[in-house]
């Protein structure tokens, strides 16, 4: 019998050190072997109180309590939001319920830190599903303080993962729905380690990468095999930019000529922009990324102020007119405030996505939020210098989320663009610009892709 007793003590005592040791070391594996059991149990043991002392229970009806009154029953209790669905996930719990009458959304979204506190969950995020449905969804580990993306992610003809949120989904950059974005941060924040994980995700997909770099291509011009074009200098950046606006009027001729609007076309095949055109006369979308756009606005005597006049004009053109033509704007900088010239504000007025990383002042964050989610300002200037990578990001509807971004060293990226190097076209227009390349062995030398005409 003590025999047993001690091998039984000896086991517990090795699986609650190797349980200690998995959430030191590895607090997924920790999550999926012993935290979400514990965390399923503790909702369910502490359910009805933490509704009742976050203030989230509703008073019984007035039926309830005639009744109680008539059978001469004790006084019914405050009734708890219905759990319609309790659902474990690789980094927490999606926890769905029905709200009871009177109750709001906005209710669950002001208590989520209560709510994180009680369930000894890291996060709560709540979000209205549908009338009455709300979804609160938990992580039960800092799925940002080491970042891992699932092996499986959505990916699609314009969509690309990026980063993590902190409510343990994948952040995903889809072109199709936000078609421009602007990218601010600090020196050191992280921003180029956002910008390269978006080049490798795009670098596997049918897209033409254009590049303007202003400090000499020293982040762009080790990815080039994957660049259609690329632009180390603003003198060159004003050409190219000319070239585009150029090569968005050819695109708009074809879907011209292709809009078919006879009386016998059915209404789902007519177009108005490259994606409803058949794929024989699809032009290439095209990703335009703007690294320092600061530097294209800066200027010192009056030649160079009519060239940044003429760059800021050619932006705003694309930014405006070209996603029908399927040219998207990726522009990322330190700053991107008024101090820069006229122009400027027009051109952000267009850039619907906004991604913030750690900043110096909050000016800079009022920069990309204050117009559209003044919450995320204060998220933003709150972002430690300890995580390079974490950023908030938003759009103009005024949801945003914090995110981080894995690491992705140089040399990896350069692999990923070398390997997708076929799938560089070209683009007649942008043939001027195209990088100019080391030659490679025979052996690893891809074939070059080329984009259909638009003749």
């Known amino acids: 019998m003590t025999v047993n007793a001690t091998a039984l003590t000896v086991t517990l005592a090795l699986v609650a050190a190797g349980a200690l040791l998995l959430r030191w070391q590895r607090p997924a594996w920790y999550w999926m072997t012993f935290g979400v059991t514990f965390a399923v149990v503790r909702l369910l043991v502490r359910y009805s109180s933490v509704m009742d002392a976050c203030g989230l229970t509703v008073p019984p009806s007035r039926l309830r309590l005639a009744v109680a009154r008539i059978t001469n029953q004790p006084v019914p209790q405050s009734r708890a939001p219905r759990i319609l669905r309790l659902r474990p996930t690789r980094t927490g719990l ?24 009680s369930f000894v969950m890291q996060n709560v995020t709540a979000r209205e599903i549908r009338s ?44 199709r729905q936000t078609p421009h974005a602007l990218n601010v941060g600090a020196t050191q924040s992280g921003k180029s380690v956002y910008q390269r994980n978006l080049v490798a995700g795009l670098a596997a997909l049918d897209v033409a990468l254009v590049g303007i770099d202003c400090k000499q291509g ?62 024989h006369l699809r032009p290439t979308p095209i990703v335009l990324l703007v690294d320092e756009v600061a530097e294209l606005a800066l200027y010192a005597t009056k030649d160079e102020e009519k060239r940044r006049d003429r760059i800021i004009t050619a932006l705003v053109r694309l930014a405006q007119l070209g996603r029908a033509a399927g040219i998207y704007l990726e522009v990322c900088g330190q700053r991107f405030g008024s101090e820069l010239g006229k122009g400027i504000t027009m051109l952000r007025a267009q850039l619907t996505g906004r991604t913030a990383h750690r900043v110096n002042d909050e000016t800079s964050a009022n920069m990309a939020f204050g117009d559209i989610a003044p919450d995320a300002v204060l998220a933003t200037i709150q972002i430690p210098t300890d995580r390079p990578g974490t950023a908030v990001a938003g759009d103009s509807s005024g949801g945003w989320c914090r995110i981080r971004t894995p690491h992705l060293t140089l040399r990896r990226a350069v692999n990923t663009c070398n390997a997708h190097a076929h799938r560089t076209p070209a683009i007649p227009a942008l043939d001027p610009f195209r990088p100019v390349l080391p030659s490679l062995d025979k052996a690893s030398a891809p074939a070059s892709e080329t984009a259909p005409a638009l003749a």
């Open 132 to 175: 009455g449905v709300v979804e609160l969804r938990m992580t039960g580990y800092d799925v940002l303080k080491r970042v891992q993306m699932p092996a499986a992610s959505d990916v699609g003809p314009m969509r690309v993962p990026v980063a993590m949120r902190e409510d343990g989904e994948v952040f995903c950059r889809d072109y």
């Open 218 to 279: 020293v982040e762009l011009a080790p990815l080039a095999r994957r660049f259609t074009a690329l632009a180390d200098n603003p003198d060159t950046a004003a050409e190219l930019l000319d070239a585009l606006v150029e090569h968005m009027g050819d695109v708009y001729q074809v879907i011209r000529r292709e809009q078919r609007l006879s009386a016998d076309v059915p209404d789902a095949e007519i177009t108005a922009d490259i994606w409803d055109l058949p794929d």
């Open 94 to 117: 999606v926890l769905r319920v029905k709200l009871r009458p009177g109750q709001d959304a906005f209710d669950f979204s002001a208590a989520s830190d209560r709510l994180r506190h």
